[in-house]
């Protein structure tokens, strides 16, 4: 009897017209208003808000920051950044695994930036899929990976990497103990993207992120 072959079923989702038109509106806005808007995404507990936890005390006295973060429940997320004192919004999303570009421009509503705000940090759920395919106007969108994710990663889901400007390794002090090398991420990383510019990170060491900060031009 012959084996039944696996079949690869593609499913290309519907974009919505309607956000494009948003998208336009939130990247006049902040251009409009002088300000810069930089995007994290990765699955859950792949290190967002360590991460831009430490971005945020390494550039709060530099610049007029503030924090928008995506998730379904919950302000946990804002909270923490609230207490290093810049203004921080909770958008939650209800059952929505995404953000869209109307939740960036109603948060960027209420951010009221006649404060000077030149700087926005965003947040997105986590989630290594829709938000990859629906955009909500940022500047630039930098993806993170944790090695404990593991390399396949970079290969299941391709969208993450190809609809990105910058690739983050985070975590890099965990991966002494882990089966995978830093090589083999850097290589995951390569073929999913070999345009993209690769940072390894450790939010815990430091390790990187002036190298980030560098590649962002902030
Ligand atoms: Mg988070
Ligand atoms: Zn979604």
């Not at 005390?57 to 379904?72: C, H, P, R, S, V």
């Not at 593991?150 to 993450?160: I, L, M, N, Q, V």
Request: hydrophobic residues 40%.
């Amino acid at each position: 009897m012959k084996m039944s072959k696996v079949e690869v079923v593609k499913t290309k989702r519907k974009v919505l017209e309607k956000n494009e038109e948003i998208v336009k509106e939130n990247k006049n806005f902040l251009k409009n208003h002088g300000i810069k808007a930089i995007e994290f995404l990765g699955g859950p507990g792949s290190g967002k808000t360590w991460l831009i936890n430490v971005l945020v005390k390494k550039l709060k006295d530099e610049y007029n920051l503030a924090y928008i973060g995506g998730d379904i429940a919950g302000q946990h997320d804002a909270e923490l950044i609230s207490k290093l004192d810049v203004p921080a919004i909770q958008i939650n999303t209800g059952g929505m695994c995404h953000l869209q570009g109307f939740h960036f421009r109603d948060a960027l509503k209420k951010l009221n930036p006649d404060e000077n705000t030149d700087l926005i940090i965003v947040e997105n759920v986590g989630n290594l899929i829709c938000p990859f395919q629906l955009k909500i106007g940022s500047d630039k969108r930098v993806v993170l990976i944790d090695p404990n994710e593991g390399k396949e990663k970079f290969e299941k889901y391709p969208t993450a990497f190809l609809n990105s400007d910058l690739i983050v390794i985070s975590k890099i002090d965990l991966l002494p103990a882990l089966d995978v090398t830093l090589d083999e991420m850097l290589e995951g990383a390569e073929k999913a993207n070999p345009k993209l510019q690769v940072v390894p990170t450790s939010a815990k060491t430091g390790e990187g992120l002036e190298e980030l900060i560098n590649i962002l031009g902030l």
